[in-house]
């Protein structure tokens, strides 16, 4: 694992700090109090974040780039169980103590800005700060919400489903709202697979349909929905 202090200059830092939704509305006096920069991090392309962490104990919110979690499997083969993006929380989420069951982070597509809280310190400004208490419960509120949606469709869609819904959910969390849209693809066949409980094969199949019928198009570099209402309606009518 390693992990690099920003080297960022302070005005540079502590816009990207405040570009987070949960420090948004901080004082300069809260800012200097909570000592935010002393939290700050950067990680480059592939380093780990936190590895087989049986005794974990800390918080992370994601201020640019990607992250991979996941877990080695009895085979040694990496397994991805989520891709945290941009404004998302990772970690203790829950502010318990040992239970990440040896899964790791790791820096995905790219380097990546972080801010980082022993659960202890950050459970203490959560007792004195409630506005920021309030708009942390409803961040990890909104992505339990995610997760446990995720796991009503493995339980009862079919994985055609499973991977409509993926890509609206993709949508969702960059906010758009236009019919055609375009976003970078950080993704491959297998980690979309792992993603919805399928097989690679299974995956690249439903994608080819959905090429076919020209309601996607998938590459490397980009996914591309011509007409997300239409990818819409097949959800809602199977």
């Not at 109090?33 to 918080?59: G, T």
């Not at 076919?212 to 209402?229: G, N, S, W």
Request: contains cysteine; hydrophobic residues 40%; charged residues 25%.
């Amino acid at each position: 694992m390693l992990q690099t202090f920003c080297k960022m200059g302070m005005e540079e830092q502590l816009l990207l700090i405040r570009n987070y939704d949960l420090w948004v509305n901080i004082s300069d006096e809260e800012y200097e109090e909570l000592n935010l920069i002393h939290h700050f991090i950067e990680a480059k392309k592939n380093d780990y974040i936190y590895f087989d962490s049986h005794y974990h104990n800390k918080l992370y919110f994601l201020k640019e780039g990607f992250i991979k979690i996941g877990y080695i499997d009895d085979s040694g083969k990496e397994v991805v169980k989520e891709i945290i993006q941009k404004g998302e929380v990772f970690g203790q989420i829950t502010l318990e103590r040992n239970n990440l069951q040896g899964e790791f982070a790791r820096a995905f597509k790219g380097n990546v800005s972080l801010c980082a809280f022993n659960i202890n310190d950050f459970e203490k400004m959560l007792h004195t700060k409630p506005s920021i208490a309030l708009r942390f419960s409803k961040k990890v509120g909104h992505q339990l919400k995610n997760i446990e949606n995720r796991l009503v469709s493995l339980l009862n869609k079919d994985v055609k489903t499973r991977l409509i819904n993926f890509f609206l959910l993709l949508l969702e969390k960059e906010n758009i709202k236009e019919n055609t849209v375009s976003i970078p693809n950080f993704l491959t066949h297998e980690d979309i697979a792992n993603l919805i409980g399928s097989s690679r094969q299974t995956v690249t199949s439903s994608i080819n349909d959905l090429e076919q019928a020209a309601l996607l198009q998938f590459t490397r570099e980009q996914i591309i929905i011509p007409d997300v209402k239409a990818l819409q309606k097949l959800v809602n009518v199977s």
